[in-house]
């Protein structure tokens, strides 16, 4: 073992920097230029060094096939590492690098009592990646920071099982960080031992959906080394991915989607059905489509339990309309590590589950830059004394602010009346209403029905007197009973009417090219510029949330709901950040299946609310409601 790497530039070494440009270096040691507070790019991307190791995952065998996992990692460095220079590295853990398989989704159509349907819809390809075709060899490289890119556990070149998050999926990455600092084992490809001699020790982890859900995991096992994250698009805990308030809910555009589908579909290491069969048909087991309550088995993959143990800094990104992985998964995360006081800032976006670098690219990477040169070499960016929050409200809107939730947010509740009217005045006696679930309608269809409707509820202010934004997260409460059928869900929808241009989930070329990094054979370090696609629509679900009425009371216990008997229901929305327009009218609608989000129970559940004993509470920032 060798003895822990210094983790900041000493004080001497600092000054020293800031007076010459360089990062002092022993006499003719290649050093790196630091001009503006800004590492400079002096180092040859053509001419880097290539190396790839394979890291031993001490104390887990997921595979049990006794010896210990090993990930791969492919290292991409300045060539003047083998002259002295020392680096640190910017890393990406992926179960992604090879093509995933095709997989079977899950039956989301059940019976009366949740068993599945027959029925097959197949897993999409989320990412595809290969080594190096990214931004951060073209750009970091150049400045003096080496690039590692990690197959995790059970994928590609790795040994192991996928877990969807467990714990064997964590110590991966970890292990890598442990190798850089000389605490765990490294080999060459002939299965000779390797070191990091050439390493500073210091570790930032980068990536986008699973790839950003890693550097939250590990993270929060306090790891030394690992001085900071860029989580984008990422978990912070797998239930609420895969599940909500106790119900069986999928992320956006993989209805059936679960734990074990995704475990298969990462499933690409030699002979992984022979190593990993059991283990997987073992999740599908624990992780019960039937219930959907909370249990060890999902507590293992929840972050939050662990995020005191969080010493890095954190710069969090996320997409405002990203349904695949929803935004309370930034949300509780952000809200854990602003208790903790952990550095941190925020990016919030109106795409969906798509990269920053695709959407504002030139001030991605200065604040990116400044980022890492802050955390990973010590420099003084300036970064930390920027707002901590970026939030863009409307396509191409960006503003800067002091904190996210914007700071002065009240709660304000709504109240449904008679007449479908949504107001801040509470009508107790407002007469009990009826709907009937159904399965074969979709939430933007029954939003869009104009008139009453028997398969939801719909309350609607007044034109609004002036823009209104929340920021935060919506609750909503409901006293309701369920009868005459085996629908457990309670669907709520945050609706803007109001006809409008907004995005719509696409990227749209501009037709300018912009060079952002040094250029190789088969990667120009160029990419084209893009803005968000845009579409007049006449209005848009804001945001939305779900509840198993059987989990009222907790999320990991079922309780029966009698037939007739009148419940109060309260729970989340999606959080959000959202300016309704003065005009528009703002509306809340309440249906029970969400074709394309819950499991589609058997039609007729019929849900009786009691509007004048419900209410909508939303976090207002800015303007009045009528």
Not at 494 to 499: A, C, P, R
Request: charged letters at 20%; one cysteine or more.
């Amino acid at each position: 073992m060798h003895p822990r790497r210094a983790l900041s530039l000493p004080l001497a070494a600092l000054l020293v920097a800031t007076l010459t440009g360089t990062v002092p270096a022993a006499a003719d040691t290649p050093a790196v230029t630091i001009e503006n507070g800004a590492t400079q790019p002096v180092f040859s991307r053509a001419d880097a060094i290539l190396q790839t190791v394979f890291i031993e995952v001490e104390g887990t065998d997921s595979d049990h096939d006794g010896a210990d996992d090993r990930v791969a990692v492919d290292i991409l460095r300045p060539k003047e590492t083998d002259q002295g220079l020392k680096v640190p590295v910017i890393m990406e853990a992926s179960p992604y690098y090879a093509p995933g398989n095709d997989v079977p989704n899950h039956p989301v159509d059940v019976d009366e009592n949740g068993v599945p349907l027959p029925a097959l819809t197949a897993l999409s390809a989320k990412l595809d990646a290969g080594p190096f075709d990214g931004y951060y060899d073209n750009y970091f490289l150049p400045r003096g920071y080496a690039i590692a890119l990690v197959e995790n556990v059970g994928s590609a070149r790795a040994t192991g099982c996928p877990t969807s998050g467990g714990r064997n999926e964590t110590a991966g990455p970890k292990a890598a960080i442990d190798w850089l600092n000389g605490r765990a084992k490294g080999f060459d490809t002939a299965g000779n031992p390797v070191e990091a001699t050439w390493s500073t020790g210091k570790v930032g982890m980068i990536g986008v959906s699973y790839n950003g859900t890693l550097p939250n995991a590990v993270a929060a096992t306090g790891v030394e080394g690992l001085e900071t994250i860029v989580p984008i698009a990422s978990i912070s805990s797998w239930y609420d991915y895969y599940r909500a308030n106790g119900g069986v809910v999928a992320p956006g555009g993989f209805q059936g989607e679960d734990l074990d589908v995704l475990a298969k579909y990462v499933l690409t290491r030699q002979n992984g059905q022979e190593a990993c069969g059991a283990l997987i048909d073992g999740i599908t087991a624990a992780q019960d489509r039937i219930t959907g309550d909370y249990s060890r088995f999902w507590d293992e993959r929840n972050y939050l339990n662990d995020v005191r143990k969080v010493k890095a800094s954190v710069f969090l990104v996320h997409g405002l309309n990203d349904w695949n992985v929803k935004t309370k998964q930034f949300a509780q995360w952000w809200y854990a590590l602003s208790k903790r006081h952990v550095p941190r800032k925020i990016w919030l976006h109106q795409g969906t589950h798509m990269s920053p670098f695709n959407l504002r690219t030139a001030e991605w990477l200065r604040q990116l830059h400044g980022w890492f040169d802050q955390w990973l070499y010590g420099i003084d960016s300036g970064i930390m004394r920027e707002p901590q929050a970026d939030v863009e409200i409307g396509p191409g809107q960006w503003a800067q602010h002091a904190s996210w939730p914007l700071p002065g947010a009240t709660t304000v509740p709504l109240y449904p009346g008679a007449g479908s009217s949504l107001g801040l005045v509470p009508r107790p006696r407002s007469a009990p209403e009826t709907f009937v679930d159904q399965k074969a309608r979709t939430a933007e269809q029954l939003v869009e029905a104009t008139g009453a409707d028997p398969n939801r509820l719909a309350y609607t202010t007044g034109p609004l007197p002036a823009d209104v934004r929340i920021s935060g997260t919506p609750t909503v409460s409901v006293r309701a009973s369920f009868k005459d059928g085996s629908s457990p869900y309670l669907t709520a929808l945050l609706v803007d009417y109001g006809t409008d241009v907004r995005a719509n989930g696409t990227l749209v070329s501009t037709g300018q090219s912009y060079c952002y990094g040094q250029g190789v054979p088969g990667d120009t370090g160029c990419t084209t510029l893009r803005t968000l696609g845009t579409a007049t629509t006449p209005y848009k679900i804001v945001t939305r949330g779900w509840l198993d009425v059987r989990n009222r009371h907790r999320i990991d216990r079922s309780e029966p709901v009698r037939a007739g008997k009148d419940y109060s229901f309260t729970w989340d929305f999606q959080p959000t950040d959202y300016l309704f327009k003065k005009g528009h009218r703002l509306g809340l609608v309440i249906i029970s299946t969400d074709y394309d989000y819950t499991l589609r129970y058997p039609p007729g559940t019929k849900i009786t609310v009691s509007p004048g004993k419900s209410s909508l509470r939303l976090p207002v920032v800015l303007g009045r409601l009528p």
